[in-house]
């Protein structure tokens, strides 16, 4: 093991009541929105097919022309209670906000720039309004908060000469100074996910991203912060040169999820975080984006995959300039929290199934506290029928189907095949989405059919 002043804090995950609590909400609402939710992918007539929060770079705006759109951002349907109902028929248990994205603009009316929401025509604190919101609905605050600033004049990318050591180092004093206003001023707020550390200049600072971390859990006790944030002594980032997880959970799942069958993930928390549609992750207006929403069964396949692993799932939402909500994706939030409301426990509190493999029709997840395990059909054989293969030594006494409330376990039918192979005709289920089966197993007592001889079959 090498020694690392900057690198892991621990070797295993946090077991305190904090990070217990944001493990096992699992479902979470992401929400990007800046002055790039304005121009919404469109840039002087023109849709721009890329990210819509990118769009200053990609389509080379002047940064006069950029910051002029503050004074178009007034906020007009923008109500943080809506946004918090949005939440609430998702079936999030906690909410990551936008504190600051890549091109500087502040949502809260920071005293470090003049960049900020306090400088707009409503002068709203956008940030309070969102915490007082989502927490008078029992739903935890995470701040993004971008450390990448194409804005800043100390900003860099690289660090080429003693010029821009110096420069970059005031910039990190800046970038600091933000942190701990949003701490003190939001101390309720309950996890920092960090972004825009993929540079060299920052990979370079390592101290600071330690510094950062550490700054904010002497603030806010419990405080969980995403391993984005971090590199050590020799820029490795989110795990450092031993191999061993920075920050409090692995946020390298953008946009894509691990394989199915990699328990290796479980080992850690970790959590994925995805756009509904395609790729951008702001409010994009062009056919491009809209064109690709994903289906809400989609969506319920992402989260039950994420929690049969250990994971949580962050859902992303853009809303607009005027600060609605796009209409298509509070309707998927609605179907996908209609799911949750049914089959929520097979989700929430639930993790890996310790000895369970993935079984191709879907997955398996387990209750934390209980050890109840749950069996979540995501793709339906067209044969209508799954196997359900147990751990060695263990059968199928009964399972019931969630939302069948009153039914005893034994109510749907299944057969054994053998040993620890059981297989469950569909047919008579019924359900709004994937079908969820709730599991009651034992061990085996009785005798079973011995295995088939079989030469040519190695065990």
Same mark, same amino acid.
């Given at each position: 093991?090498?020694?690392?002043?900057?690198?892991?804090?621990?070797?295993?995950?946090? !077991?305190?009541?904090?990070?217990?609590?944001?493990r &096992? @909400?699992?479902?979470g609402?992401?929400? @990007?929105?800046?002055?790039?939710?304005?121009?919404?992918?469109?840039?002087e &007539?023109?849709?721009?097919?890329?990210?819509?929060?990118?769009l200053?770079?990609?389509?080379?705006?002047?940064?006069?022309?950029?910051?002029?759109?503050? /004074?178009?951002?007034?906020?007009?349907?923008?109500?943080a209670?809506?946004?918090?109902?949005?939440?609430?028929?998702?079936?999030?248990?906690?909410?990551?906000?936008?504190?600051?994205h890549?091109?500087?603009?502040?949502?809260?009316?920071?005293?470090?720039?003049d960049?900020?929401?306090?400088?707009?025509?409503?002068?709203?604190?956008? *940030?309070?309004?969102?915490?007082?919101a989502?927490?008078?609905?029992?739903?935890?605050?995470?701040?993004?908060?971008?450390?990448?600033d194409?804005?800043?004049?100390?900003?860099?990318?690289?660090?080429? /000469?003693?010029?821009?050591?110096?420069?970059?180092?005031?910039?990190?004093?800046?970038?600091?100074k933000?942190?701990?206003?949003?701490?003190?001023?939001?101390?309720?707020?309950?996890?920092f996910?960090?972004?825009?550390t993929?540079?060299?200049s920052?990979?370079?600072?390592?101290?600071?991203?330690?510094?950062?971390?550490?700054?904010?859990?002497?603030?806010?006790?419990?405080?969980?912060?995403?391993?984005?944030?971090?590199?050590?002594?020799?820029?490795?980032?989110?795990?450092?040169?031993?191999?061993?997880?920075?920050?409090d959970?692995?946020?390298?799942?953008?946009?894509?999820?691990?394989?199915?069958?990699?328990?290796?993930?479980? $080992?850690?928390?970790?959590e $994925?975080c995805?756009?509904?549609?395609q790729?951008?992750?702001?409010?994009?207006?062009?056919?491009?984006?809209?064109s690709?929403?994903?289906?809400?069964?989609?969506?319920?396949d992402?989260?039950?995959?994420?929690?049969?692993?250990?994971?949580?799932? *962050?859902?992303?939402?853009?809303?607009?300039?005027?600060?609605?909500?796009?209409?298509?994706?509070?309707?998927?939030?609605?179907?996908?929290?209609?799911w949750?409301?049914?089959?929520?426990?097979?989700?929430? &509190?639930?993790?890996?199934?310790?000895?369970?493999?993935?079984?191709?029709?879907?997955?398996?997840?387990?209750?934390?506290?209980?050890?109840?395990?749950?069996?979540?059909?995501?793709? !339906?054989?067209?044969?209508?029928?799954?196997?359900?293969?147990?751990?060695?030594?263990?059968?199928?006494?009964g399972?019931?189907?969630?939302?069948?409330?009153?039914?005893?376990?034994?109510? @749907?039918?299944?057969?054994?095949?053998?040993?620890?192979?059981? !297989?469950v005709?569909?047919?008579?289920?019924?359900?709004?989405?994937?079908?969820?089966?709730?599991?009651?197993?034992?061990?085996?007592?009785?005798?079973?059919?011995?295995?088939?001889?079989?030469?040519?079959?190695?065990?």
């Amino acid at each position: 093991m090498m020694d690392l002043k900057y690198g892991a804090s621990r070797e295993k995950p946090r !077991e305190d009541a904090a990070m217990k609590r944001f493990r &096992g @909400h699992r479902v979470g609402q992401f929400i @990007h929105w800046g002055l790039y939710a304005l121009p919404a992918g469109r840039w002087e &007539g023109k849709d721009v097919e890329f990210a819509a929060e990118f769009l200053p770079r990609v389509a080379k705006i002047p940064q006069h022309r950029w910051e002029a759109l503050a /004074n178009d951002f007034t906020l007009a349907d923008f109500d943080a209670e809506r946004w918090a109902d949005t939440a609430v028929a998702l079936g999030a248990r906690y909410m990551t906000i936008t504190t600051k994205h890549h091109d500087g603009f502040c949502l809260w009316p920071s005293t470090h720039t003049d960049f900020h929401m306090g400088n707009t025509p409503s002068g709203r604190d956008v *940030l309070g309004e969102l915490v007082a919101a989502y927490e008078a609905r029992g739903i935890d605050v995470n701040f993004y908060y971008s450390v990448l600033d194409w804005r800043h004049p100390d900003w860099r990318f690289t660090l080429e /000469n003693d010029a821009d050591n110096l420069a970059f180092a005031r910039y990190l004093d800046f970038a600091m100074k933000q942190l701990v206003e949003l701490a003190e001023r939001y101390p309720s707020v309950k996890g920092f996910w960090f972004d825009g550390t993929w540079d060299e200049s920052v990979k370079a600072n390592g101290w600071w991203t330690w510094e950062v971390e550490r700054m904010l859990k002497e603030r806010i006790p419990g405080v969980v912060v995403n391993s984005r944030l971090r590199a050590d002594d020799f820029g490795a980032r989110h795990v450092d040169s031993n191999g061993l997880l920075m920050g409090d959970y692995e946020s390298g799942y953008e946009r894509r999820l691990p394989e199915p069958w990699d328990r290796s993930v479980a $080992a850690h928390d970790w959590e $994925a975080c995805m756009t509904i549609p395609q790729a951008s992750w702001g409010y994009h207006q062009g056919p491009w984006a809209q064109s690709t929403l994903k289906h809400p069964w989609d969506v319920v396949d992402m989260i039950a995959h994420c929690t049969s692993l250990g994971g949580n799932f *962050l859902l992303n939402f853009g809303p607009r300039g005027d600060g609605s909500m796009a209409p298509a994706e509070v309707e998927i939030a609605r179907t996908v929290g209609q799911w949750l409301g049914v089959n929520g426990e097979a989700i929430y &509190g639930c993790g890996f199934a310790e000895g369970w493999e993935y079984p191709g029709w879907g997955y398996f997840t387990q209750d934390s506290s209980t050890g109840q395990v749950f069996a979540v059909v995501t793709r !339906e054989p067209a044969s209508g029928r799954i196997r359900l293969e147990l751990p060695t030594g263990m059968e199928l006494v009964g399972l019931q189907l969630l939302g069948s409330a009153g039914h005893p376990f034994n109510e @749907h039918p299944f057969k054994r095949l053998a040993g620890s192979v059981f !297989e469950v005709d569909l047919g008579g289920a019924t359900s709004a989405g994937p079908l969820v089966f709730a599991l009651e197993t034992g061990a085996i007592t009785g005798p079973v059919a011995e295995k088939e001889p079989n030469p040519d079959v190695l065990d």
